[in-house]
Nanobody, 125 residues
């Protein structure tokens, strides 16, 4: 049964950093593109970034460029979201997701077949 599990969310002060993890089971993550999404209170879910299975293509939302980085550890079947210079507006539940293996990196949420349950990130002084 394919599953994704996020972890690493926490309460941090503005300017702080967090690293979120997304661990896969039941399928080999290296064969899939991976996207990260977030949903803040009272707002719609938005795409944050995505990376291709080959790691040759990565797309970042303008709001996180220069601050967030996505990487893979294929040996651990895990991907990581490194978040630096966090701002209060980054507060949200963060989700990792994988589309079908034939799909490339995309910000279209309806392309994603597997979703984690999310991890809470709160940025506040």
């Amino acid at each position: 049964q394919p599953q994704l599990v996020e972890s690493g969310g926490d309460l941090v002060q503005p300017g702080g950093s967090l690293r979120l993890s997304c661990a896969a089971s039941g399928f080999t993550l290296r064969d899939y593109a991976i996207g990260w999404f977030r949903q803040a209170p009272g707002k719609e879910r938005e795409a944050v970034l995505c990376i291709s299975s080959s790691e040759l293509t990565a797309n970042y939302a303008d709001s996180v460029k220069g601050r967030f980085t996505l990487s893979r550890d294929n040996a651990k079947n895990t991907v990581y979201l490194q978040m630096n210079s966090l701002k209060p507006e980054d507060t949200a539940v963060y989700y990792c997701a994988a589309p079908p293996a034939w799909s490339g990196c995309t910000f279209r949420g309806d392309r994603y077949a597997y979703w984690g349950l999310g991890t809470q990130v709160t940025v506040s002084s």
